[in-house]
């Protein structure tokens, strides 16, 4: 599966961005798609994901700001950021995986096996 993020740019913290994720691939539909992100200095941390029937699973940091949804029709996996803040500011990574993937391993970097470029999201105070 090839992966193309979009939809990052700088914003007033309080405001709203929505990401796209669009894939290639015949098997995009089944597997399961997350988003993780990068702070400069910082390890990249799991941010959200979605299996492909649709389940859902998000970081403490962001719930209840963040939502995560696919439409398969589209090969597209979508992030819509609301109530940003300063510290939402880093590199937004793609990342699509095993549909199978047990939801214990679904927050872990190293169960993803295809990954897009990144997307820049600066959040101004």
């Known amino acids: 599966v090839q992966l193309q993020a979009s939809g990052g740019g700088l914003v007033q913290a309080g405001g709203s961005l929505r990401l796209s994720c669009a894939a290639s691939g015949r098997t995009f539909s089944r597997s399961t798609v997350a988003w993780f992100r990068q702070g400069a200095g910082k390890e990249r941390e799991f941010v959200a994901a979605?299996?492909?029937?649709?389940?859902?699973y998000s970081a403490d940091s962001v719930k209840g700001r963040f939502t995560i949804a696919r439409d398969n029709a589209k090969n597209t996996v979508y992030l819509q950021m609301n109530t940003l803040k300063p510290e939402d500011t880093a590199v937004y990574y793609c990342?699509?995986?095993?549909?199978?993937?047990?939801?214990?391993?679904?927050?872990?970097?190293?169960?993803?096996?295809?990954w897009g470029q990144g997307t820049q999201v600066t959040v101004s105070s």
């Open positions: 990342a699509a995986g095993s549909g199978s993937l047990i939801s214990s391993y679904v927050r872990s970097l190293s169960s993803y096996d295809d």
């Open positions: 979605i299996r492909s029937h649709g389940a859902t």
